[in-house]
């Protein structure tokens, strides 16, 4: 049995004897007597994760966000249920069971702002979250919703002391890494694979939100990851084909408080962090919100850091009961060196090195064969507003505008693998112990995008149906302004004594550029405008059957490329192009809010500018994605789980068409598929223990391609297999409740970075890699320590690259809360 197939063996039993467990608790839940409540606000408004006790009983539940809560498989009797809120006296209400289901309302006397202090003295799923207003552009619960989406919660990040995205998204199921963020601006942020395909972090509230470096965790409630095409809602240039990550931030609150951190740990690592709110009027109509941190990180190699500052405040301001605004903006200031990367010169052959895989190569883990002062600066400034306009209880006006400014300059170094014959001249000498060091760096670059979006939500009746819509217009504006050079510093052996090894330093480098200038060097400067209109809609045919659809116009202008040698555009690079996305889904409940079948169609496009081989201009590229599955929401929101297929075909793809007299001719005939399974469970099975568990396998190869790559997985697929665990469990009572601790890890199956003839193949081998917390968490404090990598182990993720990646760490926080 391979190691893949013991580890999904492995899985799958813990799986089910999860189910088993659970179920076995439920204790025929679904064919008893239910006791169903709602708890509100003293001005009727939801009271979300509110904890209610069933006194003299061991029953507990905790109210899912629109402020609902059930007990279930309960005997004839008379209950007292009490709801605890911190400094106040316990908010009672009797209820008696007979034989059939009681369904109640429970009004709490306190105001929202003392439900900020609300204990929660039972255990609740505290990692999942029922509803999202941003993956369909409208309240929408996930068992409502036909698409497949992940939600980390701010509990998750904060139980395992997540400081940045790159760390939150390692609970995406099935996204995984495939290269760290370099800083540079337009195209610097770190990059993902979901589904097959690649995939940045550039939504922020569902708007244009693009940050160039890792982007911190200092202003995060939550992220969502949305799976397979979804350019019909959030259009083509912010998506992938697997989807997109969405950052929620946190919003002002009508009362003071906070709390500021510091956390400190291995290789020099500093992080000072603050959360402020307050109300800056007497009625709390205007309110400010500030999170800032500074966070500082050595290598763990020789040399390298990384070192960032973030200030993102947040104002909101309520004129009446109708019109409210907010305003956010996001500062970020860095400098960092490159993050590790091995790279491989174009066209050698793989077996030239020696080597097919990474952990077989001859390079130095530990050495980063380069200096700290290779260091890169960048800066960003982002701000967001947004209007919301009630024109009654069902309809509201939404608009939003996104500016985002990301600049860079400085270098940012790789390495070159070389095989031994290009040293020694010899073809039959093979092997990898040389290494060319290399700069790839920024010049003074710089990126904006402006996107303006007017939305239209609300709900209505059509005949005895429920109907709910979103419609909307959106304009969206890039300049980029990049210009990158690149130079070979020199060659030295990768291994044992290198006696140039420091003079790969700023000052040698500056001079090479002044004295040479860099080996090639290009610039790019354009301008592109979309202007787009789309509506969605979720018709309920019945209170268990919904359909929905939804249709995208999107008309994209590329003004061309400008050349600053001749101060024109470049001939051939304006073009324009129209296309329409639409999207599909079908939801069936045969137990309301507790089992959810469902479909989807979704598409994406890309837009393609040239012509082909007989001068025909090019159309944009579409995929296509087929999916259903089953979600689940039980034992009173405790276990919660989607299991999908997806299929998704990508059509149109531009490929190489040599002709007689044109041997760069291309044709636009192109396939490739990407196929694949995505389950994912959270669970708080107990009282205190909380789980999230994922599992993914994509298969994705091209169907027409080039010769080179016909029929074989592509380079940036990433690995077939992917899994996900984390297990928390805090102590729910006693004298030293609030300790816990924390353990999982994510698991990565062979990635090959380098596929294609007569090239040859490259893997990345599989990996496990484990972290583990231990805490203390109380009101007005909480103490975490942080074990990552606790193996030790050597691993590497890639971008048709070998990226080693971080040996053991130890990170201890201390938080202090007002």
């Known amino acids: 049995m391979t190691p893949v197939s013991r580890f999904i063996t492995k899985l799958s039993t813990a799986c089910l004897l999860l189910f088993a467990f659970l179920f076995a608790h439920a204790g025929g839940n679904e064919n008893g007597v239910t006791i169903k409540g709602k708890v509100t606000t003293a001005d009727n408004k939801p009271a979300a994760y509110v904890t209610v006790i069933m006194k003299g009983t061991n029953k507990s539940a905790i109210t899912d966000d629109d402020g609902v809560f059930s007990f279930f498989n309960i005997v004839p009797g008379t209950y007292e249920l009490e709801v605890s809120l911190v400094g106040h006296s316990p908010a009672t209400h009797q209820v008696k069971v007979e034989n059939k289901d009681v369904h109640i309302t429970i009004q709490l006397t306190t105001s929202g702002k003392e439900l900020q202090e609300v204990i929660v003295v039972g255990g609740r799923n505290k990692f999942t979250r029922k509803t999202s207003d941003y993956v369909s552009k409208m309240p929408l619960k996930n068992m409502e919703n036909p698409q497949v989406y992940t939600t980390i919660t701010k509990a998750l990040m904060d139980d395992q002391l997540i400081f940045s995205v790159d760390e939150g998204m390692k609970n995406a199921t099935g996204i995984s890494k495939m290269w760290q963020a370099t800083g540079r601006g337009g195209d610097g942020g770190t990059y993902y694979n979901s589904r097959g395909f690649v995939l940045q972090s550039k939504l922020r509230n569902g708007v244009a939100g693009n940050v160039s470096n890792q982007v911190?965790?200092?202003?995060?409630?939550?992220?969502?990851?949305?799976?397979?095409?979804?350019?019909?809602?959030?259009?083509?240039?912010?998506?992938?084909?697997?989807?997109?990550?969405?950052?929620?931030?946190?919003?002002?609150?009508?009362r003071f408080g906070g709390e500021i951190s510091y956390a400190g740990g291995s290789y020099n690592f500093n992080r000072f962090s603050a959360d402020v709110n307050t109300p800056l009027d007497s009625a709390h109509n205007v309110l400010l919100r500030v999170n800032a941190a500074y966070n500082y990180e050595g290598s763990f190699q020789d040399a390298g850091f990384s070192r960032n500052i973030v200030?993102?405040?947040?104002?909101?301001?309520?004129?009446?009961?109708?019109?409210?605004?907010?305003?956010?903006?996001?500062?970020?200031?860095?400098?960092?060196t490159a993050a590790p990367l091995w790279s491989f010169i174009y066209g050698t052959p793989i077996a030239s090195l020696g080597a097919n895989r990474a952990d077989q190569l001859k390079v130095d883990y530990k050495r980063s064969?380069?200096?700290?002062?290779?260091?890169?600066?960048?800066?960003?400034?982002?701000?967001?507003?947004?209007?919301?306009?009630?024109?009654?209880?069902?309809?509201?006006?939404?608009?939003?505008?996104?500016?985002?400014?990301?600049?860079?300059?400085g270098p940012s170094t790789f390495i070159y693998l070389l095989p031994n014959s290009a040293i020694s001249g010899n073809p039959s000498d093979v092997g990898n112990g040389y290494i060319t060091r290399n700069d790839f760096r920024s010049d003074n670059s710089s990126d904006q995008v402006i996107e303006l979006q007017q939305n239209f939500i609300g709900e209505n009746k059509i005949g005895n149906l429920k109907n709910r819509f979103v419609g909307g217009v959106d304009y969206f504006r890039q300049h980029t302004d990049q210009v990158f050079s690149a130079i070979t510093f020199d060659t030295v052996n990768a291994m044992g004594n290198i006696p140039n090894y420091n003079k790969f330093n700023r000052v040698n480098l500056d001079a090479m550029y002044a004295t040479k200038g860099p080996d090639f060097s290009f610039p790019t400067n354009f301008v592109s405008n979309t202007y787009s209109a789309y509506a969605f809609d979720v018709l309920n045919l019945t209170d268990n059957l919904l359909v929905t659809a939804g249709l995208r116009l999107d008309h994209f202008v590329n003004e061309g490329t400008f050349d600053k040698t001749t101060g024109q555009i470049a001939p051939g690079t304006a073009y324009n192009q129209t296309t329409v996305s639409p999207k599909f889904g079908i939801i069936?409940?045969?137990?309301?809010?507790?089992?959810?079948?469902?479909?989807?169609?979704?598409?994406?496009?890309?837009?393609?500018?040239?012509?082909?081989?007989?001068?025909?201009?090019?159309?944009?590229?579409?995929?296509?994605?087929?999916?259903?599955?089953?979600?689940?929401?039980?034992?009173?929101?405790?276990?919660?789980?989607?299991v999908s297929y997806y299929y998704i075909e990508v059509k149109d793809i531009v490929r190489s068409y040599p002709i007689a007299n044109n041997p760069f001719a291309q044709i636009q005939d192109g396939t490739q598929l990407s196929k694949g399974i995505e389950a994912e469970v959270t669970a708080n099975p107990v009282s205190g223990l909380n789980l999230v568990a994922g599992f993914a396998y994509n298969n994705s190869k091209y169907t027409k391609a080039d010769a080179s790559v016909q029929g074989r997985r592509p380079e940036t697929a990433g690995s077939p297999y992917n899994a996900n665990l984390w297990i928390n469990y805090r102590l729910p009572a006693g004298s030293i409740h609030g300790l816990g601790m924390g353990f999982g890890g994510n698991y990565a199956s062979d990635?090959?970075?380098?596929?294609?003839?007569?090239?040859?193949?490259?893997t990345l081998p599989a990996y496990t890699v484990l972290g583990a917390t231990l805490f203390y968490d109380q009101p007005k404090y909480k103490f975490v320590i942080k074990m990552d990598n606790i193996a030790n182990k050597h691993y590497f993720i890639g971008y048709n690259t070998v990226n080693p990646q971080k040996l053991r760490s130890i990170t201890a926080n201390v938080t202090f809360r007002f």
């Open 311 to 336: 200030l993102a405040p947040s104002l909101s301001y309520k004129v009446n009961d109708k019109l409210s605004f907010s305003f956010d903006a996001e500062f970020y200031s860095g400098r960092n």
């Open 588 to 642: 069936y409940q045969p137990i309301k809010d507790r089992i959810s079948i469902f479909g989807n169609y979704q598409n994406g496009f890309t837009n393609k500018n040239g012509v082909d081989y007989a001068l025909n201009p090019f159309k944009p590229e579409h995929a296509n994605q087929l999916e259903g599955g089953v979600k689940l929401d039980m034992l009173g929101g405790k276990l919660s789980s989607t």
């Open 369 to 409: 064969y380069l200096t700290n002062d290779l260091y890169q600066t960048s800066n960003i400034a982002n701000f967001f507003g947004q209007m919301n306009y009630n024109f009654s209880g069902k309809w509201r006006s939404q608009t939003n505008f996104s500016i985002t400014n990301s600049a860079s300059n």
């Open 751 to 762: 990635n090959m970075v380098i596929n294609r003839a007569p090239v040859g193949q490259f």
């Open 216 to 254: 911190d965790a200092a202003n995060l409630e939550r992220i969502e990851a949305i799976k397979g095409p979804s350019a019909t809602l959030f259009g083509s240039t912010l998506t992938s084909y697997g989807g997109l990550i969405n950052r929620i931030t946190k919003k002002p609150y009508d």
